[in-house]
Nanobody, 124 residues
Framework: QLRLVESGGGFLQPGGSLRLSCAAS????????VAWFRQAPGKEREGVAC????????YYANSAKGRFTVARDRAKNTVWLQMNSLKPEDSGVYYC?????????????????WGQGTQVSVSS
């Protein structure tokens, strides 16, 4: 049974950086597509970044391009999300999710396993 645990969230000012971690246990993430989603209060959960089975296959939401970087750490069975130049609109609960296909990577229904989320708050 795959278990995902996010960490690294926090409160920071605009322009700051955070590195989120999605640590897996129970199974290897090597067999899963892994995505990061975020959800702000009153809004739908939106896909932010995704890494495919091939670590070179990476997708970003337009809002994340140029600022966020997603990467696998196979040795640690972890997927990272490095977030730079953070903006208030990046605030929300960030979730990692694991699935089998990246065909519709922004669709939450494509993922069967989710972590509990970590809060990111960006405000001056």
């Amino acid at each position: 049974q795959l278990r995902l645990v996010e960490s690294g969230g926090g409160f920071l000012q605009p322009g700051g950086s955070l590195r989120l971690s999605c640590a897996a246990s129970g199974e290897s993430l090597d067999y899963y597509v892994v995505a990061w989603f975020r959800q702000a209060p009153g809004k739908e959960r939106e896909g932010v970044a995704c890494v495919g089975l091939d670590a070179d296959t990476i997708y970003y939401a337009n809002s994340a391009k140029g600022r966020f970087t997603v990467a696998r750490d196979r040795a640690k069975n972890t997927v990272w999300l490095q977030m730079n130049s953070l903006k208030p609109e990046d605030s929300g609960v960030y979730y990692c999710a694991a699935g089998y296909s990246d065909y519709e990577w922004t669709a939450p229904g494509e993922y069967g396993d989710w972590g509990q989320g970590t809060q990111v708050s960006v405000s001056s």
